[in-house]
């Protein structure tokens, strides 16, 4: 059974930082990426950023490319999910996903229905 914790939401102010973190367990992971999304209230889920596990391929939203940085802490097995510059409108309960056939597709997907695996989200809440 695969499992994906996420960690590190908060409350920022405008302009402020916060680190992600996606645990993910189970299942070796080497094939698979890892995607993060968002969804704030009222809204749809939307794609913000993906890797591929082992291949380290990244891609982002457009809304988020220049601000947020995705990266893999090998040394705690952990998908980090770094935002700079957060604006109003970053506010969102943030998921990390995880995408098995990311290998036999590959390319990253930002669709939320090929991500087969969901954590249970970390809010994150962005001040004026």
């Known amino acids: 059974q695969v499992q994906l914790i996420e960690s590190g939401g908060g409350l920022v102010q405008a302009g402020g930082s916060l680190r992600l973190s996606c645990l993910p367990s189970?299942?070796?992971?080497?094939?698979?990426?890892i995607g993060w999304f968002r969804q704030a209230p009222g809204k749809e889920r939307e794609f913000v950023a993906a890797?591929?596990?082992?291949?380290?391929?990244?891609r982002y939203a457009d809304s988020v490319k220049g601000r947020f940085s995705i990266s893999r802490d090998n040394a705690k097995n952990t998908v980090n999910l770094e935002m700079n510059s957060l604006k109003l409108e970053d506010t969102a309960l943030y998921y990390c996903?995880?995408?098995?056939?990311?290998?036999?597709?590959?390319?990253?997907?930002?669709?939320?229905?090929?991500?087969?695996?969901w954590g249970q989200g970390t809010q994150v809440t962005v001040s004026s």
């Open positions: 996903a995880a995408d098995t056939y990311y290998n036999g597709r590959g390319y990253l997907t930002s669709l939320a229905r090929s991500y087969d695996y």
């Open positions: 189970g299942r070796t992971f080497s094939t698979y990426s």
């Open positions: 890797m591929g596990w082992s291949s380290g391929a990244a």
